[in-house]
């Protein structure tokens, strides 16, 4: 069975400081990958998506940055933090052909920037 | 680029009775529609999924499909305080983009 981990659960981090969000899939090849985020009471955001390893397509710029140094494993990450960083970050995969648009996604990583 | 607009924002029911949502979308070419729940910071389950006018049941999920009036709705049949969460729809057409309404918020009373 396919499983989506994300790490770490949750972070309190300083305005400035960096930042790095995991994601790892298991169970499943060459899947399509996405970051989102949502403010809290917000809307679920779309950042970026991942067809194939070393591709990262950004949908929405927010002074981060994606890679996707593995098949299975996808990162988000940021030099410097801002406030506006605060939120959940969830990762989440699906497949081409069969049932294309269904999105699986990992428990999510909470970010709280200070 | 694809708007989905959800309503109401929030809803309260009694255990049992029928819970319905909206969901409204501004782009009636795309071709594939969920439903999401999810449980206080959370991740997110898919609960049904319709491609096509009409109906789709999933167990005590149905979603109703109107492309010509933008429209997809939800109903809970018999919802039990633990479905109490956010509801979210999602609309996409192909793999790059997903769109997402911001939630109703569903609390089910015993």
């Not at chain 2, 109906?55 to 149905?62: C, M, N, P, S, W």
């Not at chain 2, 009036?69 to 192909?94: F, K, M, W």
Request: charged share 15%; net charge neutral.
């Amino acid at each position: 069975a396919q499983t989506i981990h994300q790490w770490p659960v949750a972070e309190i981090k300083a305005v400035g400081s960096p930042l790095s969000l995991g994601c790892t899939i298991k169970g499943k090849s060459s899947p399509n990958l996405y970051w989102y985020w949502q403010a809290t009471g917000g809307t679920l955001q779309q950042l970026f998506y991942s067809i194939t390893v070393g591709q990262v397509e950004s949908v929405v710029q927010l002074n981060l940055s994606a890679s996707r140094p593995k098949d299975d494993q996808f990162i988000l990450s940021t030099e410097k933090l801002l406030l506006s960083h605060s939120g959940f970050y969830l990762c989440a995969w699906s497949l081409l052909g069969v049932n294309t648009g269904q999105l699986y996604f990992g428990e999510g990583s909470k970010l709280t920037v200070l | 680029q694809q708007k989905v607009q959800q309503s109401p924002e929030s809803l309260t029911v009694s255990e049992g009775a029928m819970a319905s949502l909206n969901c409204t979308f501004s782009d009636g070419t795309s071709n594939n529609f969920r439903w999401y729940r999810q449980h206080s910071a959370k991740g997110l389950e898919v609960l049904v999924s319709i491609f096509s006018d009409g109906e789709k049941e999933e167990g005590r999920f149905t979603a109703h499909l109107n492309r010509a009036n933008l429209h997809v709705s939800l109903h809970i049949r018999e919802p039990q305080p633990s479905d109490s969460a956010v509801y979210l729809c999602a609309v996409n057409t192909g793999y790059q983009n997903f769109y997402f309404g911001k939630g109703t918020s569903l609390t089910v009373i015993p």
